[in-house]
Nanobody, 128 residues
Framework: DVQVVESGGGLVQAGGSLRLSCVASGSNLDEYNIGWFRQAPGKEREGVSVISRRDGSTYYADSVKGRFTISSDNAKNTVYLQMNNLKPEDTAVYYC?????????????????????RGQGTQVTVSS
């Protein structure tokens, strides 16, 4: 099975940048697509971005398109989420997730269903 551990959250001013990292470990890693979802207090869980393990295709929530970039280093089993031009509404706990289901569906699925595996989460706080 797979485990994921994320890092890189913090406090930043609006307009600033952060980079989150997610390290995957375990067996059969090629079966899992890796991505991020976030949860803010009082708000619905939101799928943020996913990268396909098979072909590197990337998917983004409309709310982050043009500001966030997901990338992977398969040799290191690490996925990154570069977050630029951060806004106060980006404040949330960000979770890395691993999931064998089709990557094109994950952002929607994760809104309502648990991912196969997720990390403990990392807090991102954007001040205005």
């Amino acid at each position: 099975d797979v485990q994921v551990v994320e890092s890189g959250g913090g406090l930043v001013q609006a307009g600033g940048s952060l980079r989150l990292s997610c390290v995957a470990s375990g067996s059969n890693l090629d079966e899992y697509n890796i991505g991020w979802f976030r949860q803010a207090p009082g708000k619905e869980r939101e799928g943020v971005s996913v990268i396909s393990r098979r072909d590197g295709s990337t998917y983004y929530a409309d709310s982050v398109k043009g500001r966030f970039t997901i990338s992977s280093d398969n040799a290191k089993n690490t996925v990154y989420l570069q977050m630029n031009n951060l806004k106060p509404e980006d404040t949330a706990v960000y979770y890395c997730a691993a999931d064998p289901r089709p990557p094109s569906r994950l952002l929607t699925l994760w809104t309502h269903l648990r991912p196969h595996r997720r990390g403990q989460g990392t807090q991102v706080t954007v001040s205005s």
